[in-house]
């Protein structure tokens, strides 16, 4: 994972990146079951590209989703991987699955 992703292991600590990021986050919620690994991985370079294509205007946080209970349930995470894009904690845009590069960068585009 690029350096520009913030890893959540608990809900305190998401909730904490929230709270100090200033710009918008991008939540990458990840899942440690057997069907979920594989997928997780294979999003994982895309979404520290993404992280590195914009520093300073977006902060990327990978929560586990079975680590982060409370934080699933606020944003409805219904699989792995998924994508909340969040302003001020609310979520204005999501996504879920292996996205390419070009398809994560059209989620962000024009609400950062």
């Known amino acids: 994972m690029a350096r520009r992703v913030h890893q959540a292991r608990e809900?305190?600590?998401f909730d904490f990146i929230l709270r100090?990021?200033?710009?918008p986050v991008l939540a990458y919620f990840i899942g440690t079951w057997p069907k979920a690994v594989e997928p997780c991985r294979t999003m994982d370079p895309v979404v520290g590209a993404v992280a590195?294509?914009?520093p300073?205007?977006?902060t990327v946080v990978r929560a586990d989703i079975a680590r982060c209970p409370?934080?699933?349930r606020r944003y409805q995470v219904a699989g792995a991987p998924?994508?909340?894009l969040l302003k001020e904690g609310e979520?204005?845009?999501s996504g879920t699955g292996i996205l390419s590069e070009a398809a994560m960068r059209e989620l962000l585009a024009g609400r950062l």
Do not use: F, P
């Open 11 to 13: 809900d305190a600590e």
């Open 20 to 23: 100090m990021s200033g710009v």
């Open 52 to 54: 590195d294509a914009y």
């Open 56 to 58: 300073g205007r977006l």
């Open 70 to 72: 409370e934080a699933t």
């Open 82 to 84: 998924s994508y909340v």
């Open 91 to 93: 979520a204005v845009a």
